[in-house]
């Protein structure tokens, strides 16, 4: 049981490009989301999604955009790379009132 | 709406010693309470939640928490640290949890274990 699979680890973006982080989750929860994780920050949520089909955003949603075909998958897309964005984010899943298992995390830079 | 703060950003222990790491929250509604754990380059782990009932609260690898309403507080400790014990732990509120949309995530204290 693989819970939820991140790819890639890591990644160095060049101002301007774009990128997909994949997230991909085999429990069948409904729920998943995209968090940021910034040094001193805690995690912030970006976007979540309550079922495929669904998505809304968080508290910091600006310059990503998701998309949700199936209840496994929940891609993050970063259509124009800013040094802003260089963070580690995360992704989760869970049942609506259950508790979130995450992923390993995306080491993003934005150069 | 809620919101968390965690007293130091880094605390250090000896191996062996007690741990306590600080949380305190505010919330407008009764809370669902959290910590979790993160080891280095991980995700995060849930080690313990607090939802109704009892306030003391027991976790995974030795931890608990006490929920205390009056000081808004929700301190996590274990009796005796372990080099392994080293990592980021995060405090989270959620008032009423109907999904993780809702829990706010604290800072964040770093743990180190001094042999």
């Known amino acids: 049981n693989a819970g939820v699979t991140q790819t890639p680890k890591f990644r160095i973006l060049k101002i301007g490009q774009s990128m997909t982080l994949q997230c991909t989750q085999d429990?069948?929860?409904?729920?998943m989301y995209w968090y940021r994780q910034d040094p001193g920050m805690g995690l912030k949520l970006i976007y979540y999604s309550v079922g495929a089909g669904i998505t809304d955003k968080g508290e910091v949603p600006n310059g990503y955009n998701v998309s949700r075909s199936t209840t496994e998958d929940f891609p993050l897309r970063l259509e124009l790379a800013a040094p802003s964005q260089t963070s580690v984010y995360f992704c989760?899943?869970?049942?609506?009132?259950?508790?979130?298992?995450f992923g390993q995390g995306t080491r993003l830079t934005v150069v | 709406a809620q919101s968390v703060t965690q007293l130091g950003s880094h605390v250090s222990v000896s191996e062996g010693a007690l741990v306590l790491l600080r949380c305190n929250y505010s919330s407008s509604v009764p809370p669902y309470l959290f910590w979790y754990v993160q080891y280095p380059n991980q995700g995060l782990q849930l080690l313990l939640k607090y939802t109704t009932g009892a306030t003391l609260v027991k976790g995974i690898n030795g931890f608990e928490a006490e929920f205390k309403k009056s000081e808004t507080s929700f301190h996590l400790t274990k009796p005796s640290a372990h080099m392994s014990d080293a990592a980021e732990y995060f405090c989270a509120v959620s008032g009423r949890l109907r999904s993780y949309d809702k829990v706010i995530f604290g800072p964040g204290t770093s743990l180190s274990v001094i042999p």
């Open positions: 429990m069948n929860h409904n729920y």
């Open positions: 989760a899943s869970s049942y609506s009132e259950g508790d979130a298992f």
